[in-house]
């Protein structure tokens, strides 16, 4: 009773792909199929007994083809509800008969208007009894099929062979609502095109489908919560393990553009590590020191240049890593994953995995790990949308792209080696996927203080050199010969050796954590350990608008900055910097990120 037997079809399709297997369903089911112009013309090759729709509504095409199915000898076989004795009666009297299947594309507006024809020409090309004949047969589900795209066609096809030429009354529903999506598209190009075209504002349409529902969003109460795809398009990734959330995926988004970003600049594999929408760690597969390899808890393993990123990224400030979502450019091999399974942390994002690799994340967290594979070839669109409070903000995506030209525009007296434009592009990329306002510190390869979201820019100056400043200090002799017992747990050694750096330690650490307690490290120790961290590369996400941003970086150790330039006060800064013996380069470009 709920599947529609197709006798008779209405076909005008732009588009003709999959005809020829159309034509032998229609031929095999014999099913009368009503065309007109080169859609009946392509039929009757196919070996379809083809009827015009001239012949039924017994007026030929007008006006140059733009009327040919406009009439009621259509529309009402399209919209008479079967189970209505009066609507049968009336077609009955009209002499018409009812239509159970409409297959139709819609000329080809939009690649009109991305061709550059004329307006005339893509006016011409806003179709009208297409789009009327598919809503028609869409309203009319209860009794009507509609095909309105080529994509459809194999699983109609195979639904009626294997039902006597019957469509289910699920079939014909789902095929309803994406022939109104259809439709709601074509409608929307016709409409942005035509403002764009006339002096009327300009109008967007944005299509989101949703792709993975959420438990909620930023915080438990935020309910409903969704991933949404954009404009018919794809995910960038897909979930290969575990359950994301909603700021999972905007870490894991940000994090992969970072990572993916410092492999194209540097041509090395690149990782990042983020929380709460801003890195905490970045860093290209620079091989480490004996004394990093020890800090990082990696002595005599043989790492990839992978791993070998990662446990940089991770480890620029592994206290904020803390229950991060990483980011690595390339493939996760097993030294990599090795290095993940011993952290505490959400989940990771990745160009892919080798096998033995994934089989170690997915029994992470009790299976729980979260494991997005990315897709590399994946391009959002140029332009992006934000809604906040009601209102909705557009912008070009950041697309700036970072490489050591940008720094060409030396304002000092000393100048900045390749080594040193390297870590400026390390810095400079953490620093445009930092939330404002922010600076990064690099040395060697890997972000080593981040300075993120402070209101005034000295604060971030000062913030991202004293996490520089505990990097360095955490590879202290001292520190590293801390005599932690063989039950502290990773964790734990991590928030000691700060908590040792900042002589914050407690009586009960002393006890619990050590075999013995160590000894201080003195104030003494410190200056003399921190004077020996510099040539440090710093990047700011903007200008610097006082000499103060200059006094402060001199003090941890940095050597290289770059920035935007374009303060009243520039002059001052420059001169700044001149007397400390640091190279600054005016890039021009702001780097601002919310």
Not at 239 to 248: H, K, R, S
Not at 393 to 402: D, G, K, P
């Given at each position: 009773k709920m599947a529609v037997r197709i006798k008779r079809a209405l076909v005008s399709v732009f588009d003709k792909a999959g005809l020829p297997d159309l034509a032998k369903v229609f031929v095999q089911f014999q099913i009368a199929v009503i065309s007109t112009g080169g859609t009946a013309t392509a039929l009757r090759g196919l070996g379809v007994n083809v009827t015009e729709v001239a012949d039924i509504t017994k007026v030929p095409e007008m006006l140059g083809g733009r009327v040919k199915t406009l009439h009621p000898a259509?529309?009402?076989?399209?919209?008479?509800?079967r189970d209505d004795a009066a609507h049968m009666a009336q077609l009955s009297e009209q002499g018409y008969e009812p239509i159970d299947l409409v297959v139709s594309n819609l000329y080809d507006f939009e690649k009109a208007v991305a061709t550059g024809k004329s307006f005339a020409e893509c006016v011409e090309m806003i179709d009208i009894g297409g789009p009327t004949m598919v809503r028609a047969a869409a309203k009319n589900f209860a009794s009507v099929a509609v095909l309105s795209s080529p994509a459809q066609y194999p699983a109609a096809i195979a639904e009626l062979l294997s039902s006597e030429g019957h469509l289910a009354l699920a079939t014909r529903t789902k095929l309803a609502g994406e022939a109104f999506l259809s439709i709601a598209r074509y409608d929307n190009a016709i409409a942005t095109y035509m403002a764009t075209a006339s002096s009327a504002p300009a109008v967007q349409f944005r299509e989101y489908t949703t792709a993975l529902p959420l438990k909620y969003g930023v915080n438990p109460?935020?309910?409903?919560?969704?991933?949404?795809?954009?404009?018919?398009?794809?995910?960038?990734?897909?979930?290969?393990?575990?359950?994301?959330?909603?700021?999972?995926?905007?870490?894991?988004?940000?994090?992969?553009?970072?990572?993916?970003?410092l492999e194209q600049a540097c041509g090395l594999p690149a990782a990042a590590s983020f929380k709460h929408v801003s890195p905490a760690g970045a860093a290209i597969g620079v091989p480490l020191s004996d004394t990093l390899a020890q800090a990082y808890d990696v002595v005599g393993k043989a790492l990839s240049p992978q791993a070998i990123a990662y446990i940089r990224a991770r480890n620029a400030d592994p206290l904020s890593s803390y229950g991060d979502f990483a980011a690595v450019s390339g493939i996760v091999d097993v030294s990599t994953a090795e290095l993940i399974r011993r952290e505490v942390s959400d989940g990771i994002i990745a160009a892919g995995f080798d096998?033995?690799?994934?089989?170690?994340?997915?029994?992470?967290?009790?299976?729980?790990?979260?494991?997005?594979?990315?897709?590399?070839?994946?391009?959002?669109?140029?332009?992006?949308?934000?809604?906040?409070?009601?209102?909705?903000?557009?912008?070009?995506?950041?697309?700036?792209?970072?490489?050591?030209?940008?720094?060409?525009?030396?304002?000092?007296?000393?100048?900045?080696?390749?080594?040193?434009?390297?870590?400026?592009?390390?810095?400079?990329?953490?620093?445009?996927?930092?939330?404002?306002?922010?600076?990064?510190?690099?040395?060697d390869g890997q972000a080593v203080g981040v300075?993120?979201?402070?209101?005034?820019?000295?604060?971030?100056?000062?913030?991202?050199?004293?996490?520089?400043?505990?990097?360095?200090?955490?590879?202290?002799?001292k520190t590293l010969g801390l005599p932690f017992r063989d039950t502290v747990k990773r964790p734990e050694r991590v928030n000691a050796r700060v908590a040792y750096i900042a002589n914050e330690l407690t009586a009960r650490d002393q006890e619990t954590l050590f075999t013995q307690a160590p000894p201080a490290l003195t104030d003494?120790?410190?200056?003399?350990?921190?004077?020996?961290?510099?040539?440090?590369?710093?990047?700011?996400?903007?200008?610097f608008p006082f000499r103060d941003n200059i006094e402060q970086a001199n003090q941890f150790g940095v050597k290289y900055i770059v920035a935007a330039g374009g303060s009243v006060q520039d002059a001052d800064v420059v001169a700044a910097c001149n007397e400390h013996g640091i190279a600054m380069a005016f890039s021009g470009l702001r780097l601002f990120h919310h």
């Open positions: 259509v529309h009402a076989g399209l919209l008479a509800v109460h935020q309910k409903p919560a969704a991933i949404a795809t954009v404009a018919g398009g794809r995910l960038p990734f897909t979930v290969v393990n575990g359950t994301p959330g909603y700021i999972n995926i905007m870490d894991a988004l940000n994090a992969w553009q970072l990572a993916r970003e096998d033995a690799a994934l089989a170690i994340l997915r029994a992470k967290k009790e299976g729980k790990y979260i494991v997005l594979q990315a897709d590399p070839s994946f391009q959002p669109d140029p332009v992006e949308y934000k809604e906040v409070y009601g209102v909705g903000l557009v912008q070009l995506r950041n697309n700036a792209v970072i490489s050591k030209e940008l720094f060409s525009n030396v304002v000092t007296s000393a100048a900045i080696p390749d080594a040193a434009a390297r870590d400026l592009i390390v810095a400079t990329i953490t620093a445009k996927y930092t939330q404002s306002n922010s600076v990064c510190y690099a040395v300075g993120a979201g402070q209101q005034n820019r000295v604060d971030c100056v000062k913030l991202a050199g004293r996490k520089a400043r505990l990097w360095h200090a955490r590879q202290h002799p003494a120790e410190q200056a003399d350990w921190a004077a020996q961290l510099t040539g440090v590369s710093l990047s700011s996400d903007a200008f």
